[in-house]
């Protein structure tokens, strides 16, 4: 294979891996948000939710920061 040929592919690869950590952190927040809503709606409370929506957003940001310091 050419060189060229090679680097596009190492690219795609690369927007591949970026843009599925996307949807990983999203599908993190969006689960500790709705489980939160639902233990909200179990215990008539309201601070479930939020709390563990910020757990998410601190997970998902681990989650980047594990996969840039692995590079």
Known sequence: ?????????KNRHQVIEWS???FQMLATIALAT???SKL???NGSN???PAL?????????GLVLKKVLRK
């Open 34 to 36: 709705w489980g939160g």
């Open 40 to 42: 909200d709606e179990a």
């Open 20 to 22: 599925g950590l996307g």
């Open 1 to 9: 294979m050419p060189p060229d040929s090679n680097k596009k592919r």
């Open 47 to 49: 601070w479930i939710s």
């Open 53 to 61: 929506a910020m757990l998410g957003v601190l997970l998902a940001i």
